[in-house]
């Protein structure tokens, strides 16, 4: 595809429940990004991933949260036992090599957690 | 700890005037800085970016954006605003040494009118 897809579109779940969210990025983009964004805030940073460099896990917010990427392909982020704060539009980016300002973001996951 | 801060929630401005949304920063070192702005029930799109050399930095779409690093700020210009620049506008920091980690700020909501 031509950019960042990402699914579901909508996520309704329990409390409680586990969640994983699916991001595909631009063919060719070494670098991958998750962010969350609750209501009427700004984008939260979770996780970066750069080709086969550890990633950065700084943003995570707990230990219920993780994520996985497949070389430069495909990555999932799972939420275990997810609260209702865990309500947000989870953002995914991806970003070509040398260009990391560039970032092109998918329309996201919106989550419900109820 | 980095930080970015859009003290405007929302900007209001008549069709033809100039606009101004503001932005200020706390990262250590010279850091790099973007906008990007969100068009409803669109993705995020990268606007324009500061890295080095000319603190006036020219965008998409007839924007542009002033670095000031005494200030700390980096204010997202346009001459004259058209309705359709209606959207969110997001301001981002990196550290030089911080790979990929974009820090956003929490949004600015613009709104032209006719």
């Known amino acids: 595809g031509a950019g960042v897809s990402q699914s579901p579109s909508n996520k309704v779940t329990e409390k409680g429940k586990d969640v994983e969210l699916r991001c595909d990025p631009i063919?060719?983009?070494?670098?991958l990004y998750w962010y969350r964004q609750r209501l009427g805030q700004g984008l939260e940073f979770l996780i970066y991933?750069?080709?086969?460099?550890?990633?950065?896990k700084s943003g995570l917010p707990s230990d219920r949260f993780s994520a996985e990427r497949t070389g430069e392909s495909v990555s999932t982020l799972t939420i275990q036992r997810t609260q209702q704060e865990d309500s947000a539009v989870y953002l995914c980016?991806?970003?070509?090599?040398?260009?990391?300002?560039?970032?092109?973001f998918g329309s996201g996951t919106q989550l419900s957690v109820l | 700890a980095q930080s970015v801060a859009q003290p405007e929630d929302q900007v209001n401005v008549a069709e033809g005037n100039p606009l101004t949304v503001k932005c200020t920063y706390s990262?250590?070192?010279?850091?790099?800085l973007f906008w990007y702005v969100q068009y409803p029930n669109r993705g995020l799109q990268f606007l324009l970016k500061?890295?080095?050399?000319?603190?006036l930095v020219k965008g998409s779409y007839g924007f542009e954006a002033e670095f000031n690093k005494s200030q700390t700020s980096f204010h997202l210009k346009k001459p004259s605003a058209l309705v359709s620049d209606s959207a969110l506008y997001f301001c981002?920091?990196?550290?030089?040494?911080?790979?990929?980690?974009?820090?956003f700020g929490q949004g600015t909501e613009l709104s032209v009118k006719p």
């Open positions: 980016a991806s970003s070509p090599a040398g260009a990391h300002e560039k970032l092109f």
């Open positions: 063919s060719g983009h070494t670098a």
């Open positions: 991933f750069q080709g086969n460099s550890a990633p950065d």
């Open positions: 990262v250590s070192g010279n850091p790099y």
């Open positions: 500061y890295i080095t050399g000319d603190n």
């Open positions: 981002a920091v990196r550290e030089r040494n911080q790979g990929g980690k974009l820090i």
